[in-house]
């Protein structure tokens, strides 16, 4: 089962829990991770299409919406609404209200929630959610 981890920013904007999302992708395609961004809709879904060429000056993060169909191996970085395709399903950056599907496949799911409400209420039912299912959880407050 997935170890979890919420990060919790100060922000309650949208971009700045998608420039972190940005960030947390950079690291894993750094480190040759493959890794998805669960999004809670297509806005979201074009919002960090476009960030992850944007968020930092110099980042090149190579990545794909998933449209169903089974992407390239040599795409890193899937965005995507439903379920995490096979090869992607290892580390799940949570930008969605819901928990990710199939958790026994899951080694890693980084929940980032900020100070809008409605984003902490879902990041609350999630953590009671992943306390039930007995699943490590640590919490990381961020400046931002």
Not at 9 to 32: D, P, V
Request: aromatic share 8%.
């Amino acid at each position: 089962m997935p170890e979890v981890s919420f990060y919790i920013l100060s922000s309650t904007s949208e971009q700045a829990r998608c420039i972190f999302a940005c960030k947390l992708a950079e690291k894993a395609y750094r480190n040759g991770e493959y890794l998805y961004l669960l999004t809670e809709s297509e806005r979201q879904n074009k919002l960090l299409d476009d960030l992850l060429w944007t968020f930092r000056a110099g980042s090149f993060v190579p990545h794909q919406i998933h449209d169903g169909e089974a992407p390239a191996d040599a795409v890193h970085i899937l965005i995507g609404t439903g379920g995490a395709p096979r090869n992607w399903q290892r580390i799940i950056v949570n930008l969605s209200s819901h928990t990710p599907d199939n958790l026994e496949q899951t080694e890693r799911i980084l929940e980032i929630l900020n100070a809008d409400d409605r984003v902490k209420q879902a990041g609350r039912q999630r953590y009671r959610h992943y306390q039930q299912l007995q699943l490590a959880i640590s919490t990381h407050k961020m400046n931002s």
